[in-house]
């Protein structure tokens, strides 16, 4: 199987150059040629299978031999060594016996060493790509431009990754307090991890990536990388944890109908969630929640889309006004906005009804949502309402409230406990370069590493 550019499907490249190359040549996104499809025999099997397990057999095929079976089997389980669990609103965990009785599930894709979802792509694309790096001899600079999460995922991801180096520049002033702890104290002082507090906003950080990688001096120097939500690589795995929740919950609930909920931005775990539903994932629709910057849920309900400039929300990492992976949906529903609309529902948010759905689901409850949890909650309320037949609702939890404790905890009123991991992380030392954003100074500071 090999990929293509949405723009032009002649323009081709394997797993390797799609991953290294981040974008096609023509400026397109990679898809993959074909996806496969699973039997419901099939998908038993990969049903009884561990996480990891099931996730090295899809990835087999996107993969195409560019890593042997028994590496990539290594690869997904050193990956993917922590839990992905699904939980009822009290808090408890999956149990078949009780889960006949119950309807609604959150899933916790927050387990992994950063708190949020984007470490299971960030560790496959992280591994995968310096498998690929130690056949080529090849060394690499990843330069990510965060508003948060991405760069911790990333860091972490590629912490002690043999012939590379990312460099995470992130705004100054612009992360949560916890975010930006996490960022600067990745691995120790001979870390292959470097974060930049850059004095501009997030824009300003994207923009400095951007002319960097048109810098082709600069690019071919560094031998640049991108490692964010347009890189294929950042996108397939997020399809591996809908496959194997979807056919969890099913084998608690035959016949039923599973609806997920997804809070969205860049629309990247959305695009997960299609592709496993296309593999034969047992899903029958998505719900998107966005925050006021919301430019996908206005596409359904009449298929004009408007791109936008974003505005700040409490929910940042949703803060997204031109969704990178928007051209991906499209593409895997063949530009059939009647097909899209059909599959997809969407609703938006403002922050203060975010705020206050977190605060009345942790006064009913006693569970703690982060505000982007909450408007993925938010929306799945929103959307039962016109459900007359039982449904399955299983809202995607993308990071630990503890991330966003100085909000949270203002919402609630209340001390949210911080995890190991990121109680470790506020102990350590920062280390961190600070910039001015242009191109010279950047330039100057990837000589020195
Ligand atoms: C990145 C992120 C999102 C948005 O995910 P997309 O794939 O960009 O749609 C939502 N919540 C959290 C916590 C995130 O870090």
Known sequence: ??????????????????????????????????????????????????????????A???????????????????????????????????????????????????????????????????????????????TRTILVATSGDTGGAVGDAFLGQDGIKVVILY???????????????IGDVNSNVSAVSLQGSFDDCQQLVKDA??????????????????NVGRVIPQSFYYFWTSLQIKAAHPGVPIVYSIPSGNLGNLTGGVIAKKMGAPIDRFVVGNNVNDPFVDYLKDGEYIPRASVPTLSNAMDIGRPNNFPRILDLMDKDFEAVSSLCWGASFSDQETERH?????????????????????AMNEFSKDVERPFIKVTVATAHPAKFADSVERIIGQEVPLPEALSKAMQKEKRVTKLEPNLSALSDYLDTL
């Open 1 to 58: 199987m090999t990929y293509h550019s949405h723009l032009d499907k002649t323009i081709s490249a394997d797993f390797g150059d799609a991953l290294l190359a981040s974008l096609a040549p023509d400026g397109g996104l990679w898809m993959p040629d074909s996806l496969p499809f699973y039997t419901p025999m099939q998908t038993a099997e990969l049903a009884a299978m561990n996480f990891w397990e099931c996730a090295a057999e899809l």
């Open 60 to 138: 087999e095929h996107f993969t195409d031999n560019a890593i042997e079976k028994d590496k990539l089997r290594a690869l997904c389980k050193d990956a993917y060594n922590f839990d992905v669990p699904l939980k009822t609103l009290k808090g408890a965990n999956l149990d078949v016996a009780m889960a006949e009785s119950n309807d609604e599930y959150i899933l916790e894709l927050f387990h992994g060493p950063t708190l949020a979802f984007k470490d299971f792509a960030a560790r496959f694309m992280g591994r995968s790509a310096s498998e690929l790096m130690k056949s080529s001899g090849q």
């Open 171 to 185: 705004p100054e002033g612009g992360v949560s307090k916890v975010q930006e702890q996490q960022l600067c104290t």
């Open 213 to 230: 990688f048109a810098n082709q001096e600069l690019a071919k120097k560094h031998n640049l990388m991108s490692a964010n939500s347009i």
């Open 358 to 378: 977190l605060r009345r689901v942790f006064a009913e409850t006693g569970y703690i949502m982060c505000p982007h949890t909450a408007v993925g909650h938010l």
